[in-house]
């Protein structure tokens, strides 16, 4: 982003990858990357949490998990929890 791109290639749910690699892991997750921007303050204009529901629905498709962070750990504000101090 610093260099000036102002697009990315990502996939639901991270799946896909390079036909051509032995064992390449696939594209980065869309709900990763938006978690990601989210996380920095850039705006995407995209819903993460419907991007979420998509990615969700593409897992069950498939019948088994894929290499989503997001999808396995959830959204950091949803993990990290502050302690009432006093």
Same mark, same amino acid.
């Given at each position: ?5 102002t697009?990315? *290639? =990502?996939?639901? &749910?991270? %799946? ?8 390449a892991?696939?594209?980065? =997750?869309?709900? *990763? +990357?938006l978690?990601?921007? $989210? $996380?920095?303050?850039? $705006?995407?204009?995209?819903? +993460?949490d419907? &991007?979420l $529901? ?8 498939l ?6 962070? +997001?999808?396995? &750990?959830?959204?950091?504000? *949803?993990?990290?929890? %502050?302690?009432?101090?006093?």
């Amino acid at each position: 982003m610093e260099a000036g791109f102002t697009r990315f *290639d =990502s996939a639901f &749910a991270g %799946v896909g990858g390079c036909p051509f690699v032995p064992g390449a892991a696939g594209n980065i =997750s869309t709900e *990763d +990357l938006l978690h990601m921007c $989210e $996380e920095m303050g850039v $705006e995407t204009g995209i819903n +993460l949490d419907h &991007a979420l $529901e998509i990615s969700r629905s593409v897992v069950g498709i498939l019948g088994h998990s894929t290499e989503s962070y +997001l999808l396995r &750990a959830g959204k950091s504000k *949803d993990l990290i929890r %502050v302690i009432p101090t006093g």
